[in-house]
């Protein structure tokens, strides 16, 4: 396959009100990891990445409806600890709100950004009481949210453009609590910069789950059609992989395996149309099935169909890769992911020191190791705000 470029890269991503996560604003690099210990917020970061995901599909409300709403989903600290508290010389209380309840998740790269800001329902909800209502929407150009910077803004219900001469220009209609501007307004004219940013979005990809259990599709003989694409569960995995050697990549996918098994090769049986990966390895007298492989063993072939796709995504978020593999394969998993990098820009959630070791050589490298501090997920070593990259939110 052919190298790619990777786009604008998105260079900082913003969070808060969800869960642990207070304020979080986060660097991103070309290939960025996200460490830190268990219940330090990193499963929280990872969801709220797929919160701002779901946005350009319509469906962030209904994500955050299926978590219980916004009293489930909002940190259940108080707005600011005080001094005292966080030296321990004064119990933990609730305070006077002088802000609005809100959850709100962001992210800017060089030359464009995008928030939203999801507040809890007014009278006449209705049934829909775990419902957020959209308060506030903006996309800009550039790095920060500013007066002159704004392309696009919503506030309740009320859409306004920027219009060729720079003045603004009232969207006719209005908007649903629960619709976003990125999927009800579609104007690539005289709203570039909202459809640009509804197409970023759409084109993040998300890995979490991946199927290896002895019931899982991806150890079965399917139905084979081209499939550029992994499915977010695996279960297409033999004809991903035919796919990737379709395309050109098969020296690549032998490269990856033969690294993490040496003397191995995978390859796609094909009959009637079904398709079945068998794995052929040095001392069998045949290839070993779907069925027969561990779990390991598939979980890296799974990572492989997801890393060497031909259509690699603005954004790979994947959540804690070294799931069932054995210490020895994650170097191979680490070469898989740092050249997968090169092609588009890849976060890595995960707690394995081995795998952040085999990640961490070269350009285009962050590392950000989460803790937690009060119940509140903060970046290690962060003294305060001015440590963070540049960020704000546009007020109600």
């Known amino acids: 396959m052919s190298p790619r470029s990777v786009g604008a890269v998105i260079r900082t991503v913003a969070v808060e009100g969800y869960r642990s996560l207070r304020r979080l604003v986060l660097p991103l690099d070309r290939l ?3 460490t830190g210990a268990n219940g330090v917020g990193k499963s929280s970061l990872y969801r709220a990445l797929r919160l701002l995901a779901e946005c350009a599909l319509g469906g962030a409300v209904a994500a955050v409806a299926r978590e219980g709403g916004l009293a489930s989903t909002l940190w259940a600290g108080p707005e600011v600890h005080g001094r005292a508290v966080r030296e321990g010389r004064h119990p933990v209380q609730g305070t006077v709100r002088s ?3 809100a959850l709100r998740l962001g992210f800017a790269s060089d030359d ?3 928030a ?3 507040g809890l329902p007014t009278a006449g909800a209705g049934p829909f009481l775990h419902d957020p209502e959209i308060k506030v929407e903006t996309v800009w150009s550039g790095p920060l949210p500013r007066p002159g910077t704004t392309a696009a803004e919503r506030r309740g219900p009320a859409v306004r453009l920027r219009d060729d001469a720079g003045g603004w220009q009232q969207r006719p209609g209005r908007l649903r609590t629960f619709e976003s ?8 004219g005289s709203a570039p910069e909202l459809t ?12 979490d789950q991946m199927r ?3 019931g899982a599709p991806a150890r079965q003989a399917q139905v084979g059609t081209r499939t550029p694409v992994l499915a977010h569960d695996g279960a297409d995995l033999a004809a991903a992989l035919a796919t990737i050697r379709d395309l050109g990549g098969g020296d690549e996918l032998d490269d990856a395996v033969s690294r993490a098994f040496p003397g191995a090769r995978v390859d796609v049986r094909t009959d009637g149309g079904r398709f079945e990966v068998v794995l052929a390895q040095h001392g069998l007298l045949r290839p070993l099935t779907g069925a027969e492989l561990s779990d390991g063993t598939l979980r890296y072939l799974l990572w492989c169909a997801a890393l060497l796709t031909p259509r690699p995504p603005d954004l790979l978020v994947l959540n804690e890769p070294e799931t069932s593999l054995h210490p020895e394969l994650l170097p191979a998993l680490g070469t898989l992911v740092a050249d997968a990098a090169r092609r588009t820009q890849v976060v890595v959630v995960t707690h394995s020191a081995r795998l952040v070791e085999a990640l961490e050589h070269g350009d285009g490298f962050a590392r950000v190791e989460l803790a937690k501090e009060l119940g509140e997920t ?3 070593g962060r003294e305060g705000p001015l440590d963070e990259p540049p960020w704000r939110w546009v007020e109600r």
């Open 32 to 34: 960025t990891v996200v």
């Open 99 to 101: 802000g609005p309840v």
């Open 112 to 114: 464009l950004g995008y």
């Open 116 to 118: 939203i800001d999801l």
């Open 181 to 188: 501007m990125l999927t009800e307004v579609v104007d690539p």
């Open 196 to 207: 640009d940013v509804r197409e970023r979005l759409r084109a993040w990809r998300f890995y």
């Open 212 to 214: 290896t259990d002895p």
């Open 378 to 380: 903060r970046v290690a």
